[in-house]
């Protein structure tokens, strides 16, 4: 099976969430997968329903689970880098059909990585891997390279009135 690059991108909700739905569904058909997430850290409902899934689906989180704002941190940094090289680990050892960078896009919007690196990641990708790229700042270099490409466009978000994130539903 040939794999694809896809990239869920945009300022609305769902990029995360198809990227699972895809992972949930490629565990379903016997695919191993690799969910690196970036900048997230933490025990949010999705890695406790992904560790229902182990023996196909492996997630390790780079991140220090705050957002960044301005210069990232050394911790940011260090943990970043450590996580771009084992997910290009991962990806060249032939062990996952399916690889997800999870917020991928907003770590190099955060200075965590380079446009450059996020790039060769792609270039490296084997024939048959499927990667998948998330989060909202997409470059129109990384869309360009990708071979699939969707926009989540918020129309009408509950949280402009005051609705904080609810665990179950978006944490």
Do not use: C
Request: charged letters at 25%; zero cysteines.
């Amino acid at each position: 099976m040939k794999g694809y690059i896809q990239v869920y991108t945009g300022n609305g909700k769902g990029k995360t969430t198809a990227a699972l739905g895809l992972a949930f569904r490629a565990a379903g058909a016997g695919l191993r997968v690799f969910i690196g997430q970036f900048i997230k850290m933490g025990d949010y409902s999705e890695i406790k329903a992904l560790a229902r899934f182990s023996d196909l689906i492996t997630v390790k989180q780079f991140g220090q689970g705050r957002f960044i704002k301005g210069k990232p941190s050394l911790e940011d940094m260090s943990s970043a880098a450590s996580g771009l090289k084992e997910i290009q680990e991962r990806l060249l050892a032939g062990e996952f059909d399916v690889v997800i960078v999870e917020e991928g896009n907003v770590a190099v919007s955060a200075g965590l990585f380079s446009e450059k690196e996020l790039l060769d990641l792609m270039d490296r990708k084997p024939p048959q891997v499927e990667m998948i790229i998330t989060g909202r700042g997409a470059l129109p270099s990384v869309i360009e390279k990708a071979d699939l490409v969707t926009e989540m466009k918020e129309i009408k978000h509950y949280y402009h009135q005051g609705v904080v994130a609810r665990v179950g539903i978006e944490k």
